[in-house]
């Protein structure tokens, strides 16, 4: 990384894009607005990528002679363990931009880091209490099952997959956007080869893996960012005398910031704009396809429960790890001129601004410090481990896309459930292969485009359409097809609206004027939630056909199912 | 006979005793962990100097809280999973075994 020419300020934020859009701050917003410029060949990140691809593909391998089944393909037979589905989970979770973006956060502003950290963590619990047992003892593959479980397929099943697809296609351009501006940062590769790469991998990993060659990739970085970033942190609390005291204290006299960086800063701008990000952050999760499904890949209630007390864990673990990297680069990479563009300053010194001209923007901060603690040859690691992260969450993600289009409108809404296991895997992989091809062609596409809200956007639409038709559906008598799919319509609709209304995309990728936004918050989840559960209530209880009475008489043996696991499908015998 | 086994379910006082406890678990918990987190942003956003204050040397009250919340997440969870593996799942074989029977 010392070698590499300087690059320009505007890339900073490439990474925040893929997640932190969720913040909707300025921070999240700057991001990719510029080129990137490519940096000289890392043959060591490479190498090392190239390890953890030919591992994966081992793995692909030895999954496809089990995958038989179409319960194989989309939920692993069920037979994945509650301590390897926490770690799946977490893997989802801890993607590229909560490693680099979030100590990126931390390297910049410090105690703020923090605050975002712990908006993404405390989701998991509330999934735990309120809804991860029901679904399991609900659900087959996809969380549609679960919610039209007691309503009309058709229009249900189609619901449910339009919001799948919407979250997994916002998604995936954020994840290809980022990989090809990655790979031009960490691997010095073109733009494209990210695209193809990353397409053809997970295209492999999919058809011929399905859920169980997913999962094992997913497991697999989960453990090498794990062990990588432990790594890391170890290396800069002993640098301290693992005294936690005396780092904070060498980072306030190095960062430009000061003693500031250990106190709240502007990051939450006001209460409304917080609440409402919580709310997204929290329920978003609980509506995100390609983590519902994991639900789905463990035997029994028992081990779903199991999956998220691992999973919180290890993610929390993990966010404080990023706290003690972005302080570790603010203490070891701040000081040392080598990370930066410098100039020749008045007193013959070198000179650089310490956050804007760190080469490759603040989102490689991480990065640079792997270089300072581990030298090249760790550095390759960590670079190789950014990159695998995004071709795992883009393989979950592409899962989940094709199990919409797979079980939920073909097998469900076009064939009436008349089509054959055999059928529906079949429509499944073409549908992967569709969406590898799709997704190179975003990224392609977007390539120049500011796509940082993207991710913001998936979130509110995860938590204002899939979410509350989900957790009425398992919780509410009342609910029927009419209000599901009216209020989960006006859900979708007005999460995207208020998106597009609002500052971030209305005055930064539309250009209008700053300040002429019509819908002032960046996050709309407090409004499009209510305008979602209001709707689905209203239109439910208007709704007083005999259908709608069916609907409400066959609530009681769902919520029978739901709560003792009673006729819930189980694990395959493998 | 699915029928017959949600009938004698629905009737049986356990499936009750079961749900409502379990019910009002998760949601104790839940409000439990939602007024921790709001708690703590509704801090940042009205009265930040408060996480400000130095506790111990540059070390502030903020990072100590910051932790404790993310420890809490893990507890919270593992609270409610020792309970719903022992006392849940135990009362929930009972009701299925009575309703085969």
Known sequence: MKRVSPTLAAMAGVVAALTLGATGTAFAADAIAGAVQQQATNWTAIGMFLVFVAGTLVITYWAAFKTKTAKDFYSAGGGITGFQNGLAIAGDYM??????????????????????????????????????EQLRNLGKYTFADVASYRLQQTPIRTLAA????????????????????????????????????????????????????TTWVQIIKACMLLGGATFMAFMVLRHFSFSPESMFKAATEVSPKGVAIMSPGTLVADPVSAISLGLALMFGTAGLPHILMRFFTVADAKAARKSVFFATGLIGYFYILTFIIGFGAITLVMSDPTFYTTAVGADGAAAYDKVKDLIGGTNMAAIHLADAVGGNLFLG???????????????????????????????????????????EIRVSKIATVVLGIVAIYLGYAFEQQNVAFMVGLAFAVAA??????????????????????????????????????????WEKVLMHESGSAPFPYDNPALFSMAVAFAGIWLFSTLDRGQTARNESAAFESQYIRSETGLGASGASAH | MQQEL??????????????????????????????????FILIVAFAPSVFGIPISGVITLGIPVGVFIIVAAFVLTGIYVRRANSEFDELNRQIIEEARR
């Not at chain 1, 931009?97 to 712990?118: E, H, M, N, P, R």
């Not at chain 1, 790979?183 to 073109?190: E, S, V």
């Not at chain 1, 209000?483 to 995309?505: D, E, K, N, Q, Y």
Request: aromatic share 12%; proline share 2%; charged share 10%.
């Open chain 1, 381 to 423: 690691f960590i670079s190789a481990v950014a990159f695998a992260t995004i071709l795992a969450v883009v393989a979950g993600l592409t899962l989940a896309g094709a199990s919409a289009v797979s079980h939920d409108l073909y097998a469900s809404v076009i064939a009436k459930g008349r089509a054959t296991d055999a059928q």
């Open chain 2, 6 to 39: 949600t009938r004698k379910i629905r009737n049986n006082p356990k499936f009750a005793e079961l749900t409502q406890k379990r019910t009002k678990f998760g949601v104790q918990l839940s409000i439990l962990m939602l007024a921790i987190y709001y708690g």
């Open chain 1, 464 to 505: 204002s359409c899939n979410f509350p038709v989900l957790l009425l559906s398992m919780f509410w008598k009342g609910l029927t097809t009419k209000g599901a799919l009216i209020g989960g319509l006006l859900g979708l609709i007005s999460a995207v609206a208020l998106v597009v209304l609002g500052p971030t995309v």
């Open chain 1, 95 to 132: 993607s590229a931009a909560s490693f680099l973006g979030i100590s990126a956060l931390v390297y910049t502003s410090g105690f703020d880091g923090l605050i975002y950290s712990i908006g993404f963590l405390v989701g998991w619990p509330i999934i735990l209490f309120l809804v991860a």
């Open chain 1, 162 to 213: 339009s919001g799948s697809l919407v979250v997994v296609a916002l998604y995936l351009i954020a994840q290809m956007v980022g990989a090809g501006k990655l790979i031009q940062l960490l691997f010095g590769l073109p733009y494209l080869y990210a695209l193809v790469i990353v397409g053809v991998l997970m295209i492999a990993y999919v058809t011929f893996g399905g859920m169980l060659a």
